[in-house]
């Protein structure tokens, strides 16, 4: 089943079908005759049974989180628990439209209202908005708001934003997207901000600083106070990329260590599933002094009755369509639900927990950068006997064969050869276990048997594939055979 | 022990020894004792499968759905048909719990599936590429404006009013960050006022924003627009809705640059408006500048095709500040719906569901308008919906429709204060005449 290699194009065949529409029941209508589409779109006609037989054979072609331990880190690849997927698709959340007249769906209001009190919790935050549909649309509501604050008190001036080097990709393109100036700081032997070198970058002009913590490596800045003390007597703000909250609730609140404003990745830390690159869900959360400048609608109650304000003249706007991924936010609702406040701490102990254990039983193979306690990752580096020069991109196409999923690769960029692992609290020491034993036969091979290395993968349903190939004469669609 | 937490307290024991420690609390100690958090998160206690499952079905069942109550609404959102086969491929968990293919060789279906959505959203729109996805209709709008600027380096957009005005406001919120110039269009007779639109564009203009069938379910007509915007060498971006392509011109036979739109009507629930998906497709030549991801064809070792993602050095992983775009995570199972749907559907099949729409809506158009007590608000052809306009306040209608178990179309006059008293009423082929003589029936009661 591994082999199949039909595109769906290469199925097609004239004549067949895989719907059924009703017959029309109206009369037919004249069409609009210099509207009308000239050449029908070549889209496949294959049967029923062809959709199905080829989503099924495509699927067998997919490592996945139900098939084994998926260590990719900062993504969070926790198990999807499947009474989320069950309560998501009842039709009173999915059959409901936007628009719909406020008092036909205050099911809906009450539980998106009752979701951002449950993160208001667990972050210390005053006020959530659900709108950003990721991570990455977070970090942009969450510095339009930053930008917002300071232009109310008429501070125009301020158009910086700092980074840490170990920062994810994203926030400083955010940054940059948003037409501010991206100021990057080094990170310190420890890992942490270099807070000698934080100091001479900051100026009138900052408008805030992002960070997260525990950082991409996996580490806590300690000195997080004193950063946000730093920032806030500059006049800036703070900004938590919430990416790595799974190694903190309960334990601590980014509202307490001083951050103003935060996105959270509800397809990471709450459980809700990665599918395939998306959808997720990016809530931002805000401390008092921000609520007026959150994306319109808000959801308010008025009267015990659930309405949408848009009278609100400080807010930046409106970043998407309607009120957020409405579908990911009742699954993250339902993960809260059955955790509770224990459950989420315990979460939160033994991501950090599974996570020490495997640095613990890596680190005597692998180079380990920063030797200390990690939080819900850790980053370790090359391997420490290693004569035959193996990188970590061959290490992760070895990996393949032991149908494990390789963690994040080449990232942070502050680390050469990174390889970033989160191995997240739904998997078992068992499971861990295997991963770390193909860690230590692969740093075995490399003394004794680089070749299986450097050729690997063997078992996967593709050989290794050629991005330069792809990349030097892109072909994005397919063609008709002419 | 928690059902999702695998780990007993024997195995923690074993890891706690490995580690050399007593208790999990010693991993923290790097966490400052002041903002370590001293008391439990108030929340509730854990609740078991059926005390979730209970307290869910509460929340939807106090929302009255689609499935037993007939919809007339649309605007940017629609009830149309999906198809089972799309529910078996999205429920499939080999894609829903995989993320980002990024490493391809145990990634081929997310990436072939990814390959394939993007051939039809070619196939569909006729234009030459197609991102993996972005968030939603408006999102895309927004980043095709950023792409228009990027590559005519001018600082210009013009925007018809009569496009979603969910997207009008979302690019609002996003250009004046870069101090990218919006300039709206005002509409006439219901469609885009070309005569005021020939008068704005100059050689600053980047790209002109339009829509069709628009806001208002109009069709526009894209020929002089389309004149007019390359004269000034900017860029023809056109907002589409997918269904309609089935039976009307695409963006490609419009010569549009960059066709853009939401994709929920393909394969995806109404679901309180998200998540839906984004498209956006482009002519070649501007392919380097697209925001996202973007799958390409290859070989592996073997010779045999596969499938990775290609052209990365435009993403925020690699480049950075100097990315394309900041988006990562996208609406990937979304896309996986809409490639499920098209295949389902194929040529045939969206013909034909466009087709019934447009017989529908113009069924219903008709027979509203019979006696005289309602009238299209603008003599336009138009596809799927139509505002309609009377003389009873809307909130009179509404409230009758409803308490007669319809949920009925939306008041325009938010979004457009001169169009007062007038209700835009959304046709899918899911509606039955029976259903649509009774929305007419009780139309006819008002008084």
Known sequence: ?482 | MFPYLPTTKAEEEAMLNRLGIQSIDDLFNNIPDSIKLKRKLDLEDPKSEIEVERLLQGFSNQNLNAINTPIFLGAGIYDHYIPSTVRYAINRSEFYTAYTPYQPEISQGTLQVIFEYQSMICAITDMEVSNASLYDGASAAAEAAFLAAEKTRRKQIIVSETIHPDTRRVLSTYLKYRGIELVTIPMTNGVTDIEILKKEVSENTAAIILQTPNFLGYLENMEEAEKIIHKNKGLLILSVDPISLGIFKSPGEWGADIAIGDGQSLGNPMSFGGPTLGFIACSKDLIRKMPGRIVGQTTDKEGRRGFVSTLQTREQHIRRQKATSNICSNQALNALAACAYLITMGKKGLHDVARLCYDKAHYAADIITESGKYRLAFEQPFFKEFPILSEFPVKKIQKKLLENGIIGGYSLHKDFPILKNVILYCVTEKRTKKEIDYLKQLLEEMA
Not at chain 1, 81 to 86: G, L, Q, S, V, Y
Not at chain 1, 151 to 157: A, I, Q, V
Not at chain 1, 287 to 312: A, G, H
């Open chain 1, 1 to 482: 089943m591994k082999k199949y290699d039909k595109l769906i194009f290469e199925c097609s065949v004239p004549g067949r079908k895989a719907y059924r529409l009703p017959t029309s029941d109206v009369p037919e209508y004249d069409l609009p005759s210099s509207f009308v589409r000239q050449k029908q779109a070549s889209l496949p006609e294959v049967s029923e049974v062809d959709v199905i037989r080829h989503f099924a054979n495509l699927s067998h072609k997919n490592y996945a989180v139900d098939l084994g331990i998926y260590p990719l880190g900062s993504c969070t690849m926790k198990y999807n628990p499947k009474i989320n997927e069950e309560v998501a698709q009842m039709p009173g959340f999915t059959y409901i439209h936007p628009l719909q007249p406020v008092e036909t769906v205050q099911g809906a209001l009450e539980l998106i209202a009752e979701l951002e009190k449950f993160l208001c919790e667990i972050t210390g935050m005053s006020a959530f908005s659900m709108q950003p549909s990721a991570g990455a649309q977070g970090e942009a509501l969450g510095l339009m708001i930053i930008k917002a604050f300071h232009e109310n008190r008429g501070d125009y001036k301020r158009n910086k934003i700092i980074v840490p080097d170990s920062a994810h990709g994203t926030n400083p393109a955010t940054a940059a997207m948003l037409g501010m100036k991206v100021i990057e700081v080094p990170s310190n032997k420890d890992g942490g901000v270099d807070i000698e070198k934080l100091k001479t970058v900051i100026d009138d002009k900052i408008a805030g600083l992002m960070l997260t913590n525990p950082s991409t490596l996996g580490l806590f800045e300690k000195n997080i106070l004193k950063i946000a003390d730093m920032i806030h007597e500059a006049g800036g703000l703070l900004y938590y990329d919430g990416a790595n909250a799974n190694a903190i609730m309960g334990i601590t609140r980014p509202g307490d260590m001083g951050f103003d404003v935060l996105h959270l990745n509800l397809h990471k830390t709450f459980s809700t599933p990665h599918g395939g690159g998306g959808p997720g869900a990016g809530p931002v959360g805000v401390s008092k002094q921000l609520t007026d400048y959150l994306p319109v609608p808000v959801i308010v109650k008025k009267d015990d009755k659930y309405e949408l304000d848009y009278n609100r003249p400080l807010s930046i706007g409106k970043i998407k369509g309607f009120y957020g991924n409405f579908g990911v936010l009742v699954r993250a609702f339902a993960y809260i639900a059955t955790m509770g406040a224990e459950g989420l701490k315990r979460v939160s102990e033994l991501a950090v927990l599974h996570a020490n254990y495997m640095m613990e039983n890596l680190k005597e193979y692998y180079y380990l950068p920063y030797d200390r306690t990690c939080m819900h990752e850790f980053v370790i580096s090359r391997l420490k006997n290693n004569p035959n020069g193996i990188t970590t991109k061959e290490i992760a196409k070895r990996l393949l064969d032991f149908d494990v999923h390789p963690p994040t690769i080449y990232f942070p960029l502050i680390v050469n050869e990174a390889m970033m692992i989160e191995p997240t609290e739904t998997e078992s020491k068992d499971s861990m276990d295997k991963f770390i034993e193909a860690m230590i036969q692969i740093a075995r091979e490399a003394v004794e048997n680089p070749e299986i290395i450097r050729t690997a993968p063997h078992n996967t349903p593709s050989k290794l594939l050629d991005e330069v190939k792809a990349a030097r004469n892109p072909v994005v669609k397919w063609e008709a055979e002419t």
